[in-house]
């Protein structure tokens, strides 16, 4: 179907991962500045330096912390480096807790190796409250 017999998506940008949908033309889009933003904050988090084409330095990769005995001050000290050089027009960062995996968590996934990290942040220009939280063990 050609864009000329149907409205052009309106969107954001293209949610990830990506996933073909027919109502958006090609890929689903983010729909709302709180779904894109979250989006984004993840993308920052998970995302290894080195690993982002053009931005060498992007992302704070918390997959490389796993087997650090005490990476909590490092990961917090990244987390906030990458957030004022990135999102510093688009978040306000509200609280930051970062720990490796309690007993629970731990016992839920078997695995010893297990990163914690809850970003509650503002958007800016909005009053938008959310948070991410990412848990980073290494792939089953």
């Known amino acids: 179907m050609s ?76 987390i906030k480096s990458q957030v004022r050089k990135y999102l510093a027009n688009k978040i306000t960062v509200i609280s930051l807790d970062v720990g490796k995996g309690e007993e629970n968590s731990v016992n ?5 190796n297990i990163l914690t990290v809850k970003l509650v942040y503002q958007i800016n220009g909005y009053k938008i409250r959310d948070a991410v939280i990412a848990v980073e063990t290494l792939p089953q």
Request: zero cysteines.
């Open 3 to 78: 864009t000329s017999s149907r409205e052009a998506a309106i969107g954001l940008d293209a949610a990830l991962p990506l996933e073909q949908d027919n109502t958006d033309m090609f890929y689903a889009l983010t729909k709302s500045i709180k779904q894109n933003t979250k989006q984004n904050v993840k993308m920052l988090l998970l995302t290894a330096p080195g690993e982002r084409i053009m931005f060498p330095d992007y992302g704070v990769g918390l997959r490389n912390f796993l087997f650090e005995n005490s990476p909590e001050s490092a990961i917090i000290s990244r």
């Open 108 to 112: 839920r996934t078997g695995q010893p």
